[in-house]
């Protein structure tokens, strides 16, 4: 058989397209991933979305007054002075992109000006934050990014 530049340009093309291949086999059988949704209840979360909406824009005025300080303890949550004075119960959820199994939600119940999360309960890396808690039937919600 004699080897002219057609064949050349075939056996070019079959090389390629191999080569693509193994690599999208490679990526979609790989541990790596692991492909699911975020939550297993994402389509009913996708419906009560309105609601979180509503509570943000509730909450947009303390929504500032929030800080959030890594100390030698963990990670340190000031409320807002707005806030000191009242009985807040509510829940504050730690969600780790990368991670479903290290998610968390605390219950709280504000008595002090801060909460303390433990630094044994956090790995290094991006979590985000949310802080709900309801009063006189209004619901509010405080969305934060952080990189511990």
């Known amino acids: ?8 340009i ?8 191999g080569f ?3 690599f999208v086999v490679l990526a979609s ?18 419906l009560a979305y309105q609601n979180e909406i509503d509570a943000e824009s509730n909450a947009s005025s303390f929504a500032s007054g929030f800080r959030i300080k890594k100390s030698n ?7 807002p002075v707005e806030l000191r004075q009242q009985e807040l119960e509510g829940t504050l ?3 780790r992109p990368s991670n479903k199994h290290l998610d968390f939600d605390l219950a709280i119940s504000l008595s002090n000006s801060h909460l303390l999360i433990p630094d044994e309960r ?5 979590w985000d934050i949310k802080l709900r808690w309801s009063d006189k039937d209004k619901d509010y919600l405080v969305k934060k990014s952080i990189t511990y």
Do not use: C, P
């Open 93 to 95: 959820s730690l969600y």
């Open 1 to 8: 058989m004699k080897f002219n530049w057609g064949t050349g």
């Open 122 to 126: 956090l790995l290094g890396g991006r």
């Open 73 to 79: 303890e963990g990670l340190l949550i000031e409320i």
């Open 29 to 46: 059988t790989g541990k790596n991933a692991d492909h699911h949704l975020v939550t297993d209840d994402y389509y009913q979360e996708e």
């Open 20 to 22: 693509i291949l193994y």
């Open 10 to 17: 075939v056996l070019a093309f079959i090389g390629f397209i």
